[in-house]
């Protein structure tokens, strides 16, 4: 059974101080694990897709990393904007899997 | 924007009554999909479909059922809701890239 989990359950940062999310993983055949924001009341919003170990994608103040066994979300510089729950999931055939959120909150 | 729009967005109802919630997308994606989300929990996959009258159950389909007549409208419905079912319902499409696009939800809550 595919299992993610997402740590911290909440952060709270300064703006400007940059950190880092965490999500492992157990999957057998990982075909993708993706990174989503959501704000609250609406739906998840789709940031990255990492197909393999050593993968790096970039957007904005966002940068997203994937180890054999873990992704990393890492926030440069924060902003207030940057607010949100971050949600992690790995793909296994057409279905996805998804960790319990990460809530990001930067105080200005 | 993947063009998915649900229906209702809110709504109330009573134990026991039957619910049917609609997702509407307008860009002929083969696969939809229904979530839920609770607090602690994260999206669970409810049923999910692959096409025209093709549906399938996901981890926590218990209680719900789907109908997919035409590409762009997907179903799902409460036979009889219970209290558990209060939550906030997602539904979703996947592009021929695999990626999931997820519409703006439904709170549900059943008293």
Same mark, same amino acid.
């Given at each position: 059974e595919d299992q993610v989990t997402q740590s911290p359950e909440a952060l709270r940062l300064q703006e400007g101080e940059s950190s880092s999310l965490n999500c492992s993983y157990t999957v057998s055949g990982l075909r993708? $694990?993706?990174?989503y924001r959501q704000d609250p009341g609406k739906g998840p919003e789709f940031l990255f897709t990492l197909y393999s170990a050593g993968e790096e994608k970039e957007k904005e103040r966002l940068k997203a990393t994937l180890t054999k066994k873990e992704s990393f $979300?890492?926030?440069?510089?924060?902003?207030?904007e940057d607010s949100a729950t971050y949600l992690c999931a790995v793909r296994h055939d057409y279905k996805l899997?998804?960790?319990?959120?990460?809530?990001?909150?930067?105080r200005a | 924007?993947?063009?998915?729009?649900?229906?209702?967005r809110h709504k109330v109802t009573e134990t026991g009554t039957p619910v049917t919630l609609r997702c509407h997308?307008?860009?002929n994606h083969r696969y939809m999909y229904w979530y839920r989300q609770d607090p602690g929990h994260g999206l669970r996959l409810i049923h999910y479909s692959y096409g025209v009258?093709?549906?399938?159950?996901?981890e926590v389909s218990d209680g719900y059922s789907v109908s997919r007549s035409k590409t762009e409208d997907f179903l799902l419905t409460l036979e009889s809701?219970?209290?558990?079912?209060?939550?906030v319902y997602f539904c979703a499409i996947s592009t021929a890239q695999e990626t999931q696009y997820f519409g703006p939800g439904t709170r549900l809550l059943v008293l």
């Open positions: 993708g $694990l993706f990174w $979300l890492h926030i440069t510089a924060p902003k207030p899997s998804f960790g319990a959120g990460t809530t990001v909150t930067v | 924007d993947a063009g998915i729009t649900q229906s209702p997308q307008t860009e009258k093709d549906t399938d159950k996901g809701a219970t209290s558990s079912q209060t939550s």
